[in-house]
């Protein structure tokens, strides 16, 4: 049910506003998430070429940004459900704050503000959002974004970001109604409709099996041993959640413990995109894969430089969100995605065979229905009372040790209220008892990775995230070495390694 309010601001004028609307039961349960010790907010950075011409930004923001009125309500939960209430108080001078770094006003001092941003909730009495202008950044100037997760999951946001932003310098801050963006793209991609359909049809049947989610998964919950049950009927839907809730907890290991209230963020120098592609080509596997291999290769080599013994090393699951968006729909807000559950090989020292590793898991992943079933779980607990929330979400993060997502961004450079965008990095929020969010996300042909950590399990996650790029170029160097004749096999990778090392 929607409330609405009669604006007469003349006598041939009548404008009808929504002022009160109810929140999705996805993202009723991400409204829900928030804890002291994990806030959902996206948090994102952004370099610019040039000084920001502040009132070019306000009224980008004014004609644009809140083009969406999402950006205008705030979110209110109550016994009687979750709403959106329209802020008759909003002033966007609350929401675009201008500050200033001290020192060297370098790299580190600005990790050390977006830590702290990153560490501090919104106010809930406002809109859930703030763009924060550092303007003394010696790389130039920078844009921190932070963002509730209720209001809109990755793959959305960065469509709204965009819709911000021109393809040139001289672009104009003009209003950009959501609704023409997506009559647009629906046109350009009537070619894709068949690879759409499948997201269509997994969003649709989540929402559909909500509510007996909910009632299966507590019984599953409650009595572990009725899984095999569940195994044995033929609904592979019940299967996917059996096997996702009673999945074993994820090893003790230094990325897991009890959480602070304090995070530290860090990012590493970029990737080629091209090269990235290129090793993906020459070992038969995809982008992501190669990717997800550094990443575990970077995890394990900090292990090991911290402490830990190589032979005892044991595989960690994250959790990874898959778009179940149709892209025509790419710039809606709200969350329309599910997670699977992804073991990073860190207990393998050969390179080669980690790839190979991590590229069988994640098409076994593929063929799953993990996405949709865990969409399904969470419209199940927006459902659900609030108390009901927090232990279920204990429950799943044990069964994980960090969030790892990746998200695609322009591939071309873009212009932000005339300013060019040099580098885009943002950091995942974590849930339940989950220390450690690693972000991957490509723009303008280079791949950007940011990693957030709890500063209980990991004080300085530069220390991990500095190893993504020599990981992946061994992954480099042993493909430079191959023969034309094609992708060697974990044997002959062994021959490789031992040159590369």
Known sequence: MQLYSVDLTGAQKLTVKPIKEPISKVDTAWLRMEQPTNLMMINGVLILDEKLDHAKLLETIE???????RFRQKAVDSPGGAHWVLDDDFNINDHVLRTALPGAADQAELELLVSHLASTPLDPSRP????????????????????????????????????????????????????????????ESMVFRRLLDPAREGLDFAMHVGRRLLQEGMKVLQNPAVAGDYATEASAIVRELANSLTLRDDPLTRFKGR????????????????????????????????????????????????????GSLQDIRVTVPVNLRPLEHAQELGNHFGLVF????????NPLERLYTVNARMNELKSSKQATVTLGFLAALGMGPAALQKPVLDILSKKATAVLTNVPGPQQPVYLAGS?????????????GVGLGISILSYNARVYFGLIADRRLVAKPAA?????????????????????????????????????E
Request: with cysteine.
């Open 63 to 69: 004609q644009r940004f809140l083009a969406f009125r």
């Open 420 to 432: 060019k965008m040099k580098e885009m990095m943002f950091w995942v929020p974590q849930n339940g």
């Open 259 to 310: 959480l602070g209230v304090r995070k530290q963020v860090a990012w590493a120098e970029p990737l080629s995109l091209a090269e990235v592609k290129g090793v993906s080509k020459a070992f038969g596997c995809t982008v992501n894969d190669v990717l997800i291999a550094a990443v575990t290769g970077a995890l394990r080599q900090f292990m090991i430089a911290e402490g830990d013994s190589s």
């Open 128 to 187: 859930l959002w703030q763009f924060h202008v550092v303007e003394n950044y010696v790389e130039g100037p920078a844009l921190i974004i932070r963002i509730h997760h209720c209001i809109a999951d990755g793959i959305a946001l960065v469509q709204v970001f965009l819709s911000l932003t021109d393809p040139t310098r001289g672009g104009r801050s003009s209003a950009r109604k959501p609704e023409t963006w997506k009559e647009r793209r629906a046109n």
């Open 342 to 349: 992804l073991s990073l090989p860190l207990s393998i020292d």
């Open 464 to 500: 991990i995230i500095s190893r993504f790029n020599r990981e992946f170029e061994k992954l480099l160097y042993m493909g430079l070495m191959l023969p034309l004749d094609g992708r060697p096999t974990p044997q002959s990778a062994e021959d490789l390694v031992r040159i590369t």
